[in-house]
């Protein structure tokens, strides 16, 4: 680790801390339908919208209303997605828009893709630039990273209501909440952000792709027709080309995810310098961490927004602090071995890894990029030493709630939020209360159906996997290893993240299938519960607080918060992650490494 | 081009309707929970 590795994080985390208050702020009078400077441009927008859609803006929706929409506009898109990828290459406008001419998507394929993308998971078991034509990246993936951002967005503005609300049977209007999301929140800044990635080098245009002839030919045996190994020699190199910076920028602000190139943001076309890199680590975590500022204002109490923020903090730094420390160490295998690169870069485990954004930058980015539900990555993660990729899947185990998903991370934040108050009011004999509402069994139900999900898809997945052949072929390792790719895979796709343990081969049947029910039951299925808490926290009085209530802005109260979820990933995962990456690690000091 | 592999694409479409009817039935299932149980 480097004085100067250190710095970049610092200044990461100073400037997401000055970002979050003014983004929060804002996002609350978008939801609030306060006023804004953007509303003389997008008030016509919006009414226009709902006259053609025949939206009632004024209606209240139950939580029961409000979820069932919220169900319908996601299968609705989803089979859209699914039919674009499905007929991309009889769509119009092939020339300017498939020059590449690529074939409909295979169905297994289309349909975990559908899956991905409507559940801000953005799992790619595919290749983009050489699966996807520039119409299918545009209406059936960029406009899902914005639709499911919004989403997630609305779930959490509900839940917010939920607790600020008094006896009251509604939480909003999704189609509203939606609209006022996308158009006010994600739109403009994607706008801005889009032209600041093409200064930095970022392409968006519709162009065939190039060919470059390369400066050393070389050699490569690769299996020939005939099944025998075959030595051509390669002198072009085939350069994608497309409308990359647009789907860039909703890519890393909306947490979804998926590259536009297959090797996402460790391309130089999608994060071509280091100011790109940390303004796309800053997208990542600036509406999550804005929505605890905006929590704060809409349920009147700017300090438990700053309790639960420094509680994703405190997480997201002991995530950071660790996986730097991983991968700064030097590989035990290369024992006696000097592994200094340069003076920048003392040394450590640069496999996979961008020179141009060196050890520091890419632990950040792993961190950051699992913390919140994006998944993009500019190193790969499957080639982090044994601990530092530990801290990846760890942080989705957690359940995506460190800073999290758009939305998704903050109500699944106050689930546990829920579940810490229950735990405290226990410790005290008092029944709990969370900012004045009574915490009663059906609310503690609720919110532990949403924990016990997560856990049984992820762990139930994966226990099947390892005793299939089928799914055990698609390895690239074995031993530990293999474990660990088969549970990252799981588990990046119920937690909605979408980045890989890229060794595994999950262009399969068999992980086509599972996985996009896996993304499915990880959104929905978890989602429905917190509404119906939501739904329920609504409809309670606001009690004035008592001296018996636990103080949910307090040092104390993020100590708890913090533990909590510790314990609860800890316990659930600790035995899996033993027979991975830890006998992984204990191993590798062994010296033993597996194929 | 890919051939175009009808009885797939039905049982994934009826497949992803599946899902989200469950869903719809989770919503009301979830609901119903209610009724009752708050004890606390």
């Known amino acids: ?50 006259r053609l859609t025949g939206v009632d803006a004024d209606a209240e929706m139950r939580w029961t209303e409000y979820g069932v929409a919220m169900l319908i506009f996601s299968c609705a898109t989803l089979l859209l997605t699914y039919a674009v990828e499905r007929l991309q290459a009889v769509l119009p406008f092939g020339k300017l828009l498939n020059p590449q001419h690529w074939p409909g998507v295979e169905p297994y394929l289309a349909w975990n893709t559908a899956a991905s993308f ?104 690769a299996p020939g027709p005939d099944g025998k190994p075959a030595t051509t020699t390669v002198s072009t190199q085939t350069i994608a080309q497309g409308p990359l910076a647009s789907q860039e920028a909703i890519k890393m602000l909306g947490t979804n995810g998926g590259g536009f190139m297959n090797a996402n943001s460790a391309h130089p076309f999608e994060n071509p310098t280091p100011l790109s890199n940390l303004l796309e680590m800053l997208s990542i975590f600036l509406i999550p961490a804005g929505l605890c500022i905006t929590l704060g204002r809409m349920t009147g109490s700017p300090g438990h927004g700053w309790a639960v923020f420094a509680a994703m903090a405190v997480l997201w730094f002991a995530g950071v602090l660790t996986c730097y420390w991983a991968e700064a160490q030097p590989n035990p295998l290369l024992h006696g071995v000097n592994q200094q690169v340069s003076m920048t870069s003392p040394g450590g485990n640069m496999e996979g890894k961008e020179m141009r954004f060196g050890i520091a930058n890419s632990a950040l980015f792993a961190t950051v990029t699992t913390d919140a539900s994006c998944g993009a990555v500019n190193s790969m993660h499957d080639s982090f030493m044994p601990l530092g990729g530990m801290v990846p899947m760890v942080n989705i185990m ?62 139930g997945f994966t226990a099947v996997s390892v005793l299939l052949p089928a799914a055990l072929s698609s390895l690239s390792n074995h031993g530990p290893h293999g474990l660990s790719q088969i549970l990252y895979a799981y588990t990046s796709a119920t937690g909605n993240n979408g980045s890989a343990f890229a060794g595994i081969s999950a262009n399969t049947h068999w992980y086509n299938s599972t996985l996009g029910v896996a993304m499915l039951a990880g959104r929905f299925l978890m989602a429905i519960p917190m509404l119906a808490v939501a739904g329920n926290l609504a409809t309670k009085k606001i009690a004035p607080p008592s001296a018996g ?44 490494s597996f194929s | 081009m890919q051939e175009f592999r009808f009885m797939t694409d039905v049982i994934f479409l009826a497949a992803s309707f599946g899902f989200f009817i469950v869903a719809v039935l989770y919503v009301y299932g979830c609901d119903s929970l209610k009724g009752g149980s708050d004890h606390a």
């Open chain 1, 398 to 459: 957690m359940g995506e709630i460190i800073f999290g998903g758009v939305g998704s991370g903050l109500y699944g934040m106050l689930i546990m939020v829920i579940v810490t108050v229950f735990i405290a009011g226990l410790m005290v004999g008092r029944t709990p209360e969370y900012l004045g509402k009574k915490i009663q069994a059906y609310d503690v139900q609720l919110s532990m159906l949403y924990v016990l999900i997560f856990p049984l898809i992820i762990l």
């Open chain 1, 1 to 50: 680790m480097t004085s100067n590795g250190w710095l970049q994080i610092a200044v990461f985390f100073v400037l997401l801390l000055l970002s979050a208050k003014p983004m929060g702020l804002y996002m609350a009078r978008v939801y609030e339908r306060k006023k804004t400077w953007l509303d003389p441009l997008l008030g016509p927008v919006e009414r226009l919208l709902y």
């Open chain 1, 549 to 592: 209530a636990f103080p949910v802005n307090s040092t104390l109260f993020t100590v708890l918060l913090v533990g909590v979820i510790v314990i609860v990933g800890a316990l659930t995962f600790f035995p899996a992650l033993s027979l991975g990456p830890i006998l992984e690690h204990l191993l590798l000091r062994v010296g033993t």
């Open chain 1, 118 to 221: 409507t559940t801000n998971t953005n799992w790619q078991a595919y290749v983009p630039e050489q699966t996807m034509s520039y119409l299918t990246q545009m209406v059936g993936l960029a406009t899902h990273n914005f639709w499911s951002a919004a989403v997630g967005m609305a779930l959490a503005i509900a839940f917010i209501r939920g607790i600020s609300r008094r006896e009251s049977k509604t939480l909003g209007n999704f189609w509203v909440d939606l609209t006022r999301g996308t158009l006010w929140v994600l739109l403009p800044i994607c706008i801005v952000y889009a032209l600041a990635l093409v200064s930095q080098g970022a392409i968006q245009n519709f162009k065939p792709y190039d060919t470059a002839t390369v400066i050393e030919p070389q050699q490569v045996t």
